[in-house]
T-cell receptor, first 111, second 114 residues
């Protein structure tokens, strides 16, 4: 899997949009960008993924740059329950393709 | 999304004994499951890839004779920590690729070896 780079930590005020950046400059053409989050003492939770188009679901939006070398996860209205470690991972979706976790971004939502 | 369940969520065992952790895909079939280990304040580290009906593929540095993986059916993979020692105490997490190719994770299992 290609490597990703994320800031180690970020703060965001409750109710504001949280924008989490991720660099994946060596991403291959068949690799998707996945975002997961891990709340303390739980397994990672799938958030969203995309290939090259922007994506939106009930949890978040994913903005991928045209050259696909970076992306941003947007939580539109952050709540205290969004405090977690967020992981950006690239993966080619093959049957045995494994997810390799980096250190992620620790997002803290401030009341 | 797809549901992956682990059991037990927490287990305490004595040093030298073996403990089994189960990972089930509840609403889909998974030919491939993945086992991770996570120490406090660290990221998830992949231990092995579990393939239904065949031997697991272990990551470098993971002892296959200590961490036995069995993927006997399309919905169940088990991880057995044999001759457990206190340094094996960790958070063990499994995952499986769902029908839409997205990988979903279980709730995790806390192992404490005393």
């Amino acid at each position: 899997d290609a490597k990703t780079t994320q800031p180690p930590s970020m703060d965001c005020a409750e109710g504001r949009a949280a924008n989490l950046p991720c660099n994946h400059s060596t991403i291959s053409g068949n690799e998707y960008v996945y975002w997961y989050r891990q709340i303390h003492s739980q397994g990672p939770q799938y958030i969203i993924h995309g290939l090259k188009n922007n994506e939106t679901n009930e949890m978040a939006s994913l903005i991928i740059t045209e050259d696909r070398k970076s992306s941003t996860l947007i939580l539109p209205h952050a709540t205290l329950r969004d405090t977690a470690v967020y992981y950006c991972i690239v993966n080619s979706q093959g049957g045995n393709e494994k997810l390799t976790f980096g250190t992620g971004t620790r997002l803290t939502i401030i009341p | 999304g797809a549901v992956v369940s682990q059991h037990p969520s927490r287990v305490i065992c004595k040093s030298g004994t073996s403990v089994k952790i189960e990972c089930r895909s509840l609403d889909f079939q998974a030919t491939t499951m993945f086992w991770y280990r996570q120490f406090p304040k660290q990221s998830l580290m992949l231990m092995a890839t579990s393939n239904e009906g065949s031997k697991a593929t272990y990551e470098q540095g993971v002892e296959k004779d200590k961490f036995l993986i069995n993927h006997a059916s399309l919905t169940l993979s088990t991880l057995t920590v044999t001759s457990a020692h206190p340094e094996d105490s960790s958070f063990y997490i499994c995952s499986a690729r769902g029908t839409t190719n997205t990988i979903y994770f279980g709730e995790g299992s806390w192992l404490t070896v005393v």
